[in-house]
């Protein structure tokens, strides 16, 4: 088995459809006043790929029952989805990353093509890594018999973003998989997959205020 890629809701790929035409065309009603450099100098038309849940780490929050404050599966399974990010591609190049934003409602209060809003563009290293990871993910996981489930893991008091491989389909207790990406806090390897539960516990040892390391 390998990864099994998850679908977007029709919302969160019109958001970012409508964001593409509207960066296109600065005229055109809604658009928006963001100008991404790498996203100026396109040529082509700009696609969408490799679409990801984005999930957020709050280390506010506090530890489920029955789990110790530190524990790595606690703070995961607490873990909640704000959004989706779409890498932009000018042909087969990533130039940027889209982000779409979860809209929080009592259930029935939005039609679900009012559940999401796009975020906003992204440059920077993480584009291009998150390809890296996905491309990493793919070789870690062929020939195994678990199915994983890629998303995205954001944990803003340790300045890190990772690919998050949560196992699916699998017979056997499986530990989630996570694989940092570039740059990644001090002392954490990116681009290497890690048992989630045993970097969250370490990173839950650590001062919030880290530096980043391109290692």
């Known amino acids: 088995m390998s990864m099994q890629l998850p679908q977007p809701p029709a919302a969160a790929l019109r958001a970012v459809l409508d964001a593409l035409g509207a960066f296109g065309d600065p005229d055109a009603p809604g658009a928006l006043p963001v100008r991404s450099p790498a996203m100026r100098r396109c040529i082509g038309p700009l696609t969408t790929a490799h679409p990801l849940p984005v999930h957020l780490l709050d280390p506010a929050l506090p530890p489920l029952p029955g789990m110790a404050p530190g524990d790595g599966t606690a703070q995961l399974s607490g873990a909640r989805r704000t959004g989706w990010r779409f890498l932009v591609k000018d042909g087969e190049e990533v130039v940027a990353a889209a982000d779409t934003r979860e809209l929080e409602a009592e259930p029935g209060e939005l039609a679900p093509s009012e559940a999401h809003v796009f975020s906003h563009f992204a440059e920077g290293p993480y584009p291009l890594a998150t390809l ?4 990493q993910a793919r070789l870690h996981t062929a020939g195994t018999p ?68 391109t290692a």
Request: charged share 5%; proline share 12%; glycine share 2%.
């Open 132 to 135: 890296r990871a996905l491309q």
């Open 146 to 213: 678990t199915t994983y489930l890629p998303r995205l893991l954001s944990v803003p008091a340790h300045y890190m973003t990772a690919l998050w491989l949560h196992p699916v389909l699998t017979a056997a207790p499986t530990p989630d998989l996570l694989i940092p990406l570039a740059p990644a806090p001090l002392g954490v390897t990116a681009h290497i997959p890690h048992h989630a539960e045993e970097l969250l516990a370490l990173l839950a040892l650590t001062s919030g205020a880290l530096l980043t390391s």
